[in-house]
């Protein structure tokens, strides 16, 4: 990784208001839900009987993990989350470029919603 993916994407900002978490979770999900290497894992069972609960589980940590501080938040450590869940809970290497696009979708969307800007998740309904 070049030096400049370890800055931080935002600087320090206030806690999401309840509106915006609300949206951040359904943004969260949706982002989810269109990544196919998760969905994938997911249809075929590769983390078990339950990799339907596991990918809800995920979600649920991604949003804890964007909400646990007003601290700034490193793509890169986002990028190594997602990377550690699919090989721990699913059992799968991603290869290709597709947890750089999701952890990068995140960062923005999360910045979106701490400036109460919904639109991308707006979009994504659709």
Same mark, same amino acid.
């Given at each position: 990784?070049?030096?400049?993916?370890?800055?931080?994407?935002?600087?320090?900002?206030?806690?999401?208001?309840?509106?915006?978490?609300?949206?951040?979770?359904?943004?969260?999900? @949706?982002? @989810?839900?269109?990544?196919?290497?998760?969905?994938?894992?997911?249809?075929?069972?590769?983390?078990?009987?339950?990799?339907?609960?596991?990918?809800?589980? @995920?979600?649920?940590?991604?949003?804890?993990?964007?909400?646990?501080?007003?601290?700034?938040?490193?793509?890169?450590?986002?990028?190594?989350? @997602?990377?550690?869940?699919?090989?721990?809970?699913?059992?799968?290497?991603?290869?290709?470029?597709?947890?750089?696009?999701?952890?990068?979708?995140?960062?923005?969307?999360?910045?979106?919603?701490?400036?109460?800007?919904?639109?991308?998740?707006?979009?994504?309904?659709?």
């Amino acid at each position: 990784m070049d030096a400049g993916r370890s800055l931080p994407l935002r600087p320090p900002s206030a806690a999401l208001s309840a509106e915006a978490m609300a949206a951040f979770e359904e943004g969260t999900s @949706l982002v @989810l839900s269109r990544w196919t290497a998760l969905q994938m894992a997911v249809k075929n069972k590769w983390g078990g009987h339950d990799s339907h609960q596991k990918a809800d589980q @995920l979600a649920s940590s991604l949003v804890s993990w964007f909400g646990q501080s007003n601290a700034p938040h490193y793509i890169d450590e986002l990028e190594e989350t @997602l990377n550690d869940y699919m090989v721990l809970s699913f059992r799968t290497e991603i290869e290709d470029d597709s947890i750089g696009e999701v952890a990068e979708q995140l960062m923005i969307m999360h910045e979106d919603c701490v400036q109460g800007n919904y639109e991308a998740i707006k979009n994504m309904r659709h």
